[in-house]
């Protein structure tokens, strides 16, 4: 796991929490906000993986028979 992976799932969760809570005491910035954080930290996960799997695959490619 790299640091994109877990900024990414720690931004992800703050974001479903902040619109949540906006949803709750209606607040649409707030929700809109919390919205906008989750899909930062999706995209952000997602270059994480992306790197992981690259990272992986270099090494598979390395590997001696």
Do not use: F, W
């Not at 900024?7 to 649409?28: F, N, P, Q, R």
Request: net charge positive; aromatic share 0%; charged share 30%.
């Amino acid at each position: 796991m790299n640091k994109d992976q877990v900024k990414g799932s720690l931004e992800k969760a703050k974001g479903s929490v902040e619109a949540a809570v906006g949803k709750t005491i209606g607040s649409d910035k707030m929700r809109v906000q919390g919205a906008t954080d989750k899909a930062v930290g999706s995209a952000q996960k997602a270059a994480g993986d992306l790197q992981e799997a690259v990272k992986d695959a270099s090494k598979a490619a390395h590997k001696k028979p």
